[in-house]
């Protein structure tokens, strides 16, 4: 634990391992690395769809690379950042070396208040609003998801607008999920889904269908800051990558949501109650959710140009945690095999049915089960990993080196791997 200290409104703490993390109340509310995903990816997600987004307010600093990452973009303004504790800028603070220095860019403003007031009182029109607060089971947070409360993320957008609501995909039972859509829906009548990370979803709000262009998009998402955010965030590099994260188009949220009549509002916060009673039950999977869109054909979005789906579903099998279709279930096994650090029957099924890396992912993977081999054949893979990752190439040219046994080869990489290492973290961790 690097601190802690009680604020207005929570106890708060940040923590160090592998990973930094800060606790709210007890409670993990988010991580630099583990939740890149969604922190790094739900706001930018909602800035690439957008025409031309100048304004965006972030509901919740956190970490504060949501706020961070959205400043970057090119054609950003002002980032509203609405946080109700104080301690949290600190931590964001703190996370500085991934969240593109929040709190030292000009076009940030950061101010102490609760999120609804601040909704309820302000005249500011915004392009993209994002809400990731803390789960709906703690006390008082599923007013961040009432109907109400959506009505007045609607009045703050301005044309085109987009709101991207977190939702937690664990400890949540199916008619919870449809009551989601539902109280969402009453409000904006067209709801994207996506899968930003593990048990994440983010829901893509608004009121008017929003426009996919293959051309447009690929155009911005080859141009930073989103060139980055999608590599160090999912690890994807390309506009297929991109919509490998997309699940459902509209049509499957407006079907989840025709099949509930309840509604989570201010006078009675059933999603609070829901969330209580399927703590560590896990009904919901998001498998069933890709399967059903799948089944509707809604998988897709309604987009314009050419996309190479073929490339869209080697991106999704190469994510150990998807849903990958039959044909490219033997590369998704491969994934699977190396996140349970089986490198060598990994490297066998890759061997069995060869591929090429379709992300710097499966670059990596792949480049590891050929160094834990000591095969030579990881450094034509490490050297294409170089420009994107140079400490991850060495790491794992250091990890071919040792299954040599050319130990001093191996201790030459790791001085170098070690700082680069640390200075990741930041310098709390050194």
């Known amino acids: 634990m690097l601190w802690d200290a009680d604020g207005r409104e929570s106890s708060i703490a940040l923590i160090a391992d592998d990973d930094m993390a800060f606790i709210v109340n007890g409670k993990s509310d988010g991580s630099t690395r583990g939740d890149a995903g969604t922190q790094v990816m739900g706001g930018l997600i909602g800035s690439a769809l957008h025409p031309r987004a100048e304004r965006a307010l972030v509901i919740g600093l956190g970490t504060g690379s949501t706020a961070g990452w959205l400043a970057a973009v090119p ?67 599923a007013s961040l998801f009432t109907a109400e409360f959506y009505a007045a993320v609607a009045s703050r957008l301005g044309r085109n607008g987009i709101f991207l609501q977190w939702v937690q995909a664990y400890d949540i039972d199916n008619e919870t999920v449809r009551t989601i859509y539902a109280t969402l829906g009453s409000v904006f009548p067209h709801i994207t889904t996506w899968h930003t990370g593990p048990g994440d979803l983010l829901l893509s709000a608004s009121a008017e269908p929003i426009a996919f262009d293959a051309d447009v998009l690929r155009r911005r998402l080859a141009a930073e800051p989103y060139r980055s955010a999608m590599h160090v965030a999912w690890r994807v590099e390309d506009l297929e990558g991109f919509l490998s994260r997309h699940i459902a188009n509209p049509g499957l949220a407006a079907a989840l949501g025709a099949q509930s009549s309840r509604r989570n509002t201010d006078d009675r916060t059933l999603i609070e109650f829901d969330f209580e009673r399927s703590v560590g039950r896990d009904q919901f999977r998001i498998d069933q959710l890709v399967d059903l869109a799948t089944r509707r054909g809604a998988s897709r979005p309604a987009i314009r140009g050419a996309i190479d789906w073929d490339r869209v579903a080697r991106h999704i099998a190469s994510d150990p945690l998807s849903v990958p279709d039959a044909k490219v279930i033997q590369r998704h096994q491969f994934g699977v095999l190396h996140r349970r650090a089986d490198l060598g029957a990994a490297l066998a099924a890759w061997k069995a049915a060869p591929f090429d890396p379709v992300n710097t992912l499966e670059l990596s993977e792949l480049a590891e089960a050929f160094a834990e081999e000591g095969s030579e054949e990881a450094i034509p893979l490490a050297d294409r990993l170089r420009g994107w990752q140079p400490a991850e190439a060495d790491a794992i040219l250091a990890r071919m080196r040792l299954a040599q046994k050319r130990y001093g080869e191996a201790a030459d990489l790791w001085p170098a791997l070690w700082f680069a290492t640390e200075a990741i973290r930041g310098p709390a961790a050194m």
Do not use: H, Q, W
């Open 75 to 141: 054609t950003m303004k002002r980032v509203d950042v609405v946080e109700i504790e104080p301690e949290v800028i600190r931590v964001a603070g703190e996370c500085a070396a991934v969240n593109r220095d929040v709190l030292r860019r000009t076009n940030v403003v950061v101010t102490i208040a609760d999120a609804r007031e601040s909704l309820l009182t302000s005249r500011a029109t915004y392009d993209v609003i994002f809400s990731e607060p803390s789960n709906p089971y703690r006390a008082g947070v």
